[in-house]
């Protein structure tokens, strides 16, 4: 259970008072999550979910809850936190942030499907273009900055085949992105579009949710996020190319690529499989020490078996 601070039946009742929500009926930790603890809460005006940030400070937080607020406003099925009776919607509980969204319909996928990835090619190339004209920017908290030292800090506890993998792939990107950074599009991303940060109702989308890595960066990242884990094989990092076609053809049909970020493609798609084979390197290491954390954290060999896939080939992105 990721559920990092605990709390009472008590704490919960004082909280759900100071909203709209009527009365507490029952609360549940939410397992699944690595990085913030979430509990649902059912009252007797329906069922809401409670985030407490652990890894944000206060004012860290406003920033992810103005792209969600954005979002919404565009039309997209996103959980904003709702507002208490003193008209405020972030909060501190347990000295942590927190806030309270609406509970949305429908249920975690357990894998996805040639349909659900033509369904979130279409939806994710109509969110970069909602969010090419949200104001605010923000840097990803693991960003180039945080790849390079990162990959240099946790390089001396890996094997020497994957040590020389990770530098090597920061190196290159590093090289490629200092002559060509300008002529790639950049927007407001979700940053961690995985097939369980969305909802489906059958083969329906009700709502893509966790906007805690949203950031203001390349759109052709954020596109490789998403085919990496939507449309691989997670056992051998091989891409299904029925996934990738449904996909990347939806992607393009409602956002064209221009030539430099078509050519960008194999990098990106490199850089994002690192990007997340690195954050799982650095909490599996982080919690080598304690059991209980270590169970929680995700498998980092996935996603280096993505992007050893990735570094042996990377399809076109116009390829049918």
Request: glycine share 6%; charged share 25%.
């Amino acid at each position: 259970m990721a559920v990092y601070t605990s709390l009472s039946d008590s704490d919960m009742r004082g909280l759900v008072a100071d909203y709209n929500l009527g009365e507490l009926v029952s609360f549940q930790g939410i397992s699944g999550g690595v990085e913030n603890t979430n509990y649902f809460l059912t009252t007797t005006t329906g069922k809401y979910v409670l985030t407490l940030f652990e890894e944000f400070e206060f004012d860290e937080v406003p920033y992810f809850l103005d792209v969600v607020s954005h979002l919404q406003e565009k039309g997209f099925n996103v959980p904003a936190a709702l507002f208490d009776q003193q008209g405020e919607r972030l909060r501190v509980v347990q000295d942590r942030p927190a806030i309270i969204v609406d509970c949305f319909p429908g249920d975690i996928m357990d894998g996805t499907t040639v349909e659900s990835c033509r369904i979130m090619g279409k939806v994710l190339a109509q969110l970069h273009t909602a969010g090419t004209d949200f104001p605010e920017q923000r840097d990803s908290h693991r960003g180039m900055d945080w790849w390079r030292s990162t990959s240099k800090a946790i390089a001396p506890e890996l094997e020497p085949e994957q040590a020389h993998l990770l530098l090597e792939q920061v190196s290159e990107f590093d090289t490629f992105i200092a002559q060509y950074d300008d002529q790639l599009a950049k927007g407001t991303v979700h940053g961690d579009l995985f097939f369980n940060n969305t909802l489906f109702e059958g083969e329906q989308l009700s709502a893509i949710i966790d906007f805690y890595n949203a950031c203001h960066s390349w759109l052709m990242y954020d596109f490789a996020i998403v085919v990496n884990d939507w449309c691989s094989d997670m056992t051998t990092g091989e891409l299904d190319m029925d996934k990738y076609h449904a996909l990347v053809n939806a992607y393009i049909h409602e956002r064209q690529p221009n030539a430099a970020e078509i050519m960008a493609w194999p990098h990106m798609l490199k850089i994002a499989a690192l990007r997340f084979w690195l954050s799982r390197l650095e909490a599996w290491h982080g919690a080598k020490d304690d059991p209980e954390r270590l169970a929680q954290q995700h498998d980092p060999k996935e996603f280096q078996r993505i992007l050893e896939a990735r570094v042996r080939h990377v399809p076109s992105l116009t390829e049918n």
